[in-house]
Every structure is written in structure tokens, then in C-alpha cells.
Nanobody
Framework: QLQASGGGLVQAGGSLRLSCAAS????????MGWFRQAPGKEREFVAS????????LLADSVKGRFTIARDNAKNTVYLQMNSLKPEDTAVYYC??????????????????WGQGTLVTVSS
């Protein structure tokens, strides 16, 4: 099970840190990712991280503003979001690819998904 938390309402320019805690099994050898879905839009890739944490991928729209990190000892993945914009408003989902430790951006490769946490950025 993956449990995402940390969403909320923030003004443009503000920051939030999302957390994704795993329970029931370890995902320490799995690549982890964050995706988001805005109202009326398709789910899109935000960030991913390899199982070692040494490789990260970021969508162009969040580069320079968001970072992804993981703490395998705590079975948790984080998404630090800075300089938030209204267009970042979405439900954010964390996901795990239990078949690979390589960070990728394709949602179909991720087998386990959290329930999502809502991020709202006001202008």
C-alpha cells in the first residue's frame, strides 16, 4: 500500500512537500514516481527516482522547482515542490514499479499506486 500525504492549499510562489509512505511491503528496490492529474486533463508524469536514489527524472514543467528524494529506511518517497504555480493544481499520485529499479516516466510501467493527495495553488 502507498499512502500519499502533504497536499493542501498554498498561494502561488509557495512550497509544499508531499510524502508517499509504503506499508505492507518494502519498495526499497523499486523505482518510484509521482504523477498528477488536473481536472479535465489526463494523468501526467511529474518525477521519478531510481531504487538507489541516484537517478531522478523530472518533467520539463517542474524542472528547477521540484525535487524528488527517497528514504529507503523509512520506505518513503518525497516530492519537494517550490515556486508553485496555479497550473500545478492537481491531484498528485505516487506510484511504484516493483519490476524495475530504473526511473522512468511511463505510467503503465508502475504497478502500485497510492490514493492521491490534492494540491491547490491559488493565484
Amino acid at each position: 500500500q502507498l499512502q500519499a500525504s502533504g497536499g493542501g492549499l498554498v498561494q502561488a510562489g509557495g512550497s509544499l512537500r508531499l510524502s508517499c509512505a509504503a506499508s505492507g511491503r518494502t519498495f526499497s528496490s523499486s523505482a518510484m514516481g509521482w504523477f498528477r492529474q488536473a481536472p479535465g486533463k489526463e494523468r501526467e508524469f511529474v518525477a521519478s527516482i531510481s531504487w538507489t536514489g541516484t537517478t531522478t527524472l523530472l518533467a520539463d514543467s517542474v524542472k528547477g522547482r521540484f525535487t524528488i528524494a527517497r528514504d529507503n529506511a523509512k520506505n518513503t518517497v518525497y516530492l519537494q515542490m517550490n515556486s508553485l504555480k496555479p497550473e500545478d493544481t492537481a491531484v498528485y499520485y505516487c506510484a511504484a514499479d516493483i519490476d524495475s529499479g530504473v526511473a522512468v516516466s511511463y505510467p503503465d510501467t508502475y504497478s502500485h499506486w497510492g490514493q492521491g493527495t490534492l494540491v491547490t495553488v491559488s493565484s
